[in-house]
């Protein structure tokens, strides 16, 4: 159940403290962009059986691999990508914690 708390808190409640904290003015739509990186989730349809529990998904779905990993970093560093490149590096942190509670 933390585990759970934890994994979906990182999802939902530090987009929200990025764009309140960073973008102010424009709160609400950094904040829709950033929940849009939960869209990579899409590549766990490629899976058998599509949902495993006890699975990590960095490096093991191909939108999770280090590669893909490596680009949304690299996001961050243009301020046009910037939010789409934040809201998936925090998706991959959620993941990686989630990981490393597995253990």
């Not at 939902?12 to 869209?39: D, E, N």
């Not at 599509?50 to 301020?79: D, Q």
């Not at 939010?83 to 597995?102: K, N, Y």
């Amino acid at each position: 159940m933390y585990k759970d708390i934890i994994h979906y808190g990182i999802h939902f409640i530090v987009p929200v403290i990025v764009a309140l904290l960073f973008f102010k003015k424009q709160w609400k739509y950094a904040l829709g962009i950033m929940l849009l990186g939960m869209l990579i989730d899409l590549d766990h349809l490629l899976a058998t059986p599509i949902f495993l529990p006890n699975r990590c998904s960095i490096n093991f779905h191909p939108l999770h691999s280090y590669y893909a990993i490596i680009v949304y970093i690299a996001l961050i560093i243009p301020k046009k990508t910037r939010l789409i490149g934040l809201g998936l590096v925090i998706h991959i942190i959620a993941d990686f914690t989630d990981c490393m509670m597995m253990t």
